[in-house]
C-alpha cells in the first residue's frame, strides 16, 4: 500500500481551524493531488465529529477519483461534547464500537473503503481479542485495507499483536519532541517494517521562544543558505532523514506550505549537519 511521502492532516481545515468552505476544501485537495500529495489524514473526533462529513462533501463534489487517493482515519476516543452523551473523555475498543465508528467515518467521508484505520491512543482497558474481532470483519468486509495504531508503545503494540498485526504507529516525532526516536518506538517501526508517521512535525520551534529554539535558529540561519531551502523545510529534512521512513503528517491548511512541504523531500541533509541540529536542540553534544 502506498502513501505520499508527506501526507495531509485534515484536522485544521474545518471546525477547529480554518473552517473551509467546501470549495475551498476542493481547491485545497487539488493542490495537495497536483503536488504528490494523495494521502489525507482524519480522525472522528477532530472538529467535535465534523471534519469528516465536510471533507466527504467536498470530496463528492471534485473530480478526484477514490483510486488516486488514500484516506486514513482513526477511532477510539470519546470527547465529552454534545455530539455525544458521554460524561467524561475516555476510550472505547470495544469490537461493536471500532465497527460503528468506521461505519461512520465511511458514511460521512462519503466512501466505501479506509485505506488505514489507527486506533487513536492507547487505553488500559484495550482487549486484543476485541480489537481482533473488529479489525477482522472491517478486512473481510473490504472497509478498511490496512490496520495500525498512533501513539502506541512497542509494548503497547505488542499487547495488540497477540491477536493481529500491526500495520502503521503515528507518533509525535519532530527536532523539539524526539523522545521516540530513543524509546524504541521507531526502531520497533524499522525492525517490523510498520509504516512510521509523525505528527507535529515541526514541533514547537514556530510556537515557542525556548532556548533551545533560539539555539536551533541560529543554526538554521545558516543551513537556509547552504540547501536554499526554508526553515520548516529543514526541520522536515532532519526528521525524513531517519531510517525509519518517516511520513510527516503536515497539519497547515496553507497551500504554499504544503508545497514546500513536498519539496523538503527532495533535501538531502548530510550526515554532520543532522547532528549539529540534534545538538542546538538538546544543549550539549551526543555522548
Same mark, same amino acid.
Given at each position: 500500500?502506498?502513501?505520499s511521502?508527506?501526507i495531509?492532516?485534515?484536522?485544521?481545515?474545518?471546525?477547529?481551524?480554518? =473552517?473551509?468552505?467546501?470549495a475551498?476544501?476542493?481547491a485545497?485537495?487539488?493542490?495537495?493531488?497536483?503536488?504528490k500529495?494523495?494521502?489525507?489524514d482524519?480522525?472522528?473526533?477532530?472538529?467535535?465529529?465534523?471534519?469528516?462529513?465536510?471533507?466527504?462533501?467536498?470530496?463528492?463534489?471534485?473530480?478526484?477519483?477514490?483510486?488516486?487517493? =488514500?484516506?486514513?482515519?482513526?477511532?477510539?476516543?470519546?470527547?465529552?461534547?454534545?455530539?455525544?452523551?458521554n460524561?467524561?473523555?475516555?476510550?472505547?475498543?470495544?469490537?461493536?464500537?471500532?465497527?460503528?465508528?468506521?461505519? #461512520?467515518?465511511?458514511?460521512?467521508?462519503?466512501?466505501?473503503?479506509?485505506?488505514?484505520?489507527?486506533?487513536?491512543?492507547p487505553?488500559?482497558?484495550?482487549?486484543?481479542?476485541?480489537?481482533?474481532?473488529?479489525?477482522?470483519?472491517?478486512?473481510?468486509?473490504?472497509?478498511?485495507? =490496512?490496520?495500525?495504531?498512533?501513539n502506541?508503545? *512497542?509494548?503497547?503494540?505488542?499487547?495488540?499483536?497477540k491477536?493481529?498485526?500491526?500495520?502503521?504507529?503515528?507518533?509525535?516525532?519532530?527536532?523539539?519532541?524526539?523522545?521516540?526516536?530513543?524509546?524504541g518506538?521507531?526502531?520497533?517501526?524499522?525492525?517490523f517494517? #510498520?509504516?512510521?508517521?509523525?505528527?507535529?512535525?515541526?514541533?514547537?520551534?514556530? #510556537?515557542e521562544?525556548?532556548?533551545?529554539?533560539?539555539?536551533?535558529?541560529?543554526?538554521?540561519a545558516?543551513?537556509?543558505?547552504?540547501?536554499g531551502?526554508?526553515?520548516? =523545510?529543514l526541520?522536515?529534512?532532519?526528521i525524513?532523514?531517519?531510517?525509519?521512513?518517516?511520513?510527516?503528517?503536515?497539519g497547515?491548511?496553507? *497551500?504554499?506550505?504544503?508545497k514546500?512541504?513536498?519539496?523538503?523531500?527532495?533535501?538531502?541533509?548530510?550526515?554532520q549537519?543532522?547532528?549539529?541540529?540534534?545538538?542546538?536542540?538538546?544543549?550539549?553534544e551526543?555522548?
Amino acid at each position: 500500500m502506498k502513501y505520499s511521502r508527506i501526507i495531509a492532516g485534515t484536522m485544521t481545515w474545518g471546525k477547529w481551524g480554518k =473552517q473551509l468552505s467546501t470549495a475551498e476544501m476542493i481547491a485545497l485537495m487539488n493542490h495537495c493531488v497536483e503536488n504528490k500529495i494523495t494521502t489525507f489524514d482524519h480522525a472522528d473526533i477532530y472538529g467535535d465529529y465534523t471534519n469528516e462529513e465536510d471533507f466527504g462533501m467536498a470530496f463528492s463534489k471534485s473530480s478526484i477519483k477514490r483510486e488516486d487517493v =488514500q484516506l486514513i482515519s482513526k477511532c477510539g476516543i470519546q470527547f465529552n461534547v454534545k455530539e455525544r452523551s458521554n460524561r467524561v473523555k475516555h476510550y472505547d475498543y470495544n469490537a461493536s464500537y471500532i465497527i460503528s465508528s468506521v461505519e #461512520r467515518s465511511l458514511k460521512m467521508l462519503q466512501t466505501d473503503y479506509l485505506d488505514l484505520l489507527l486506533l487513536h491512543r492507547p487505553s488500559p482497558l484495550m482487549d486484543p481479542s476485541e480489537i481482533a474481532e473488529a479489525i477482522d470483519k472491517l478486512k473481510i468486509e473490504g472497509k478498511i485495507k =490496512q490496520f495500525g495504531v498512533s501513539n502506541f508503545s *512497542p509494548s503497547q503494540i505488542q499487547l495488540i499483536e497477540k491477536e493481529i498485526q500491526v500495520e502503521a504507529n503515528q507518533v509525535e516525532f519532530s527536532l523539539s519532541s524526539n523522545g521516540v526516536m530513543n524509546d524504541g518506538t521507531l526502531d520497533d517501526c524499522v525492525t517490523f517494517d #510498520r509504516l512510521a508517521m509523525s505528527w507535529s512535525p515541526l514541533g514547537s520551534y514556530f #510556537r515557542e521562544d525556548s532556548k533551545a529554539n533560539l539555539r536551533i535558529k541560529t543554526v538554521l540561519a545558516d543551513l537556509t543558505k547552504k540547501y536554499g531551502a526554508t526553515e520548516d =523545510q529543514l526541520l522536515l529534512a532532519w526528521i525524513l532523514k531517519h531510517p525509519s521512513t518517516i511520513h510527516p503528517v503536515v497539519g497547515t491548511a496553507t *497551500p504554499q506550505r504544503l508545497k514546500l512541504a513536498m519539496d523538503a523531500v527532495e533535501v538531502d541533509m548530510e550526515l554532520q549537519d543532522w547532528f549539529i541540529l540534534l545538538e542546538a536542540n538538546e544543549g550539549h553534544e551526543v555522548a
